[in-house]
């Protein structure tokens, strides 16, 4: 959202500026002006290209409404407080690399790996099948690498019918999770894994 070399800024936290390629571009310096930007589809759209199902992280309004509220209700089962937990072990797996060295990227190696390595650990997913699911999800690959997280959700979702009282509370609709910017699809064949329903009692 910002050019290599722009002037200073001064005034208001939001100034639009032409870059070097004649595009607009948007300098946010406050999060009230931040928010502005990112709810308004007119300012920020998230719409994926014309090549890709709808996502949930790449949707724009009541498409964006739709898939988020088929999520939450998904995961409304989940054990709050494990997941918790679970962050507060993996955060800590994930920083102490980064302070050994005293140097480190925090957005590639902590905040866009952690909330779902938080969420398969709470899932009881295995090593292999968290790093499967790791690997294809921060992958810009489309369409062919997005089809692997098939087998791994389905090994996700057997995970935690095993675990008492599994987390899961029941399946989107035919929503499922598919590409790193576009984490949550609709219009595939629906997997194992939306297939799931939570075991009684």
């Keep these: 959202m910002t050019t290599p070399h722009l002037p200073p800024l001064h005034g208001d936290g939001l100034t639009l500026h032409d870059g070097p390629t004649a595009c607009p571009h948007a300098v946010v310096t406050g999060y009230p ?29 009541e498409t964006h409404a739709r898939l988020r509220a088929a999520v939450e209700e998904a995961l409304a089962g989940l054990d709050l407080h494990a997941l918790r937990r679970h962050a507060r072990v993996q955060a800590r797996r994930l920083l102490d690399p980064i ?23 709470t899932l009881g997913t295995g090593d292999d099948t968290a790093r499967q699911l790791e690997s294809v999800w921060h992958t810009s690959a489309w369409p062919e690498r997005p089809g692997a997280l098939v087998p791994a959700l389905d ?14 509370r029941r399946p989107p609709p035919p929503v499922w999770a598919a590409h790193t910017t576009t984490p949550i699809s609709a219009g595939e064949p629906e997997p194992t894994a939306a297939r799931h329903r939570r075991r009684p009692g």
Excluded at 37 to 59: E, I, M, Y
Excluded at 99 to 121: F, K, N, S, V
Excluded at 155 to 168: C, F, K, N, S, T
Aim: glycine residues 16%.
């Design 155 to 168: 090994a996700a979702v057997a995970a935690d019918r095993r675990a008492p009282g599994g987390g899961l």
């Design 99 to 121: 302070a050994a060295r005293g140097i480190g990227d925090l957005m590639g190696e902590y905040a866009d790996i952690l909330p779902l390595r938080a969420l398969l650990t």
């Design 33 to 61: 002006q931040a928010r502005h930007v990112l709810d308004r589809p007119g300012l920020f759209p998230r719409t994926t290209n014309a090549g890709r199902p709808p996502g949930l992280r790449g949707a724009d309004g």
